[in-house]
């Protein structure tokens, strides 16, 4: 059994998180995507609202699971018993981000290795952030985030609308 992980803080998920959740699901027979703690930012949604949103998008999707973790990723991926980890790629700036992740992963793991999917040309300028600005400003959020995500914001009374 083909086992991976797709590690992310989803703040919020976005339509470019789900293309790499859905190519990976195609990939892998089993995919666990691991809600983390990036300690480098400070996050718009709590752990438990980012955990929600990114349930109720993959619910469809019959090998995947998300699950919360906050400790190393390296440890989460023992666990679930898998041998990949999955990254999506935007640029040149996140392949080598994630190339010195990768290596940092397998050097923890020897038998954990990364396979990164390079962005889809037309969700090459989606991201986390700039959802969050749209938000900011209150702009429609169709565009950039999962249906279900979005939904669950309106709940919250935090989709930027006024
Ligand atoms: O969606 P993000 O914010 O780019 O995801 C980054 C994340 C959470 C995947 C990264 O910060 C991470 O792997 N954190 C877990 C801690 C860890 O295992 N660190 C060692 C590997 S660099």
Known sequence: MRIAVYPGSFDPVTLGHMDVIARAAELFDR???CTMVNGGKSPLFTTEQRFE???AAVEALPNVTA????????DYARERGAGWLVKGARSGTDFDSEFAMAQINR???AGLDTVLLPARAELLHLSSTMVRE?????RPLEPYV?????????GWGSDGKP
């Open 134 to 138: 749209m938000i900011k400003y209150g």
């Open 67 to 74: 699950e919360l973790w906050t400790g190393l990723l390296a």
């Open 31 to 33: 995919v666990y995507i």
């Open 146 to 154: 999962p249906a279900e995500a979005i939904r669950l914001m309106k």
């Open 107 to 109: 050097s923890l793991d």
């Open 53 to 55: 949103m990114l349930c």
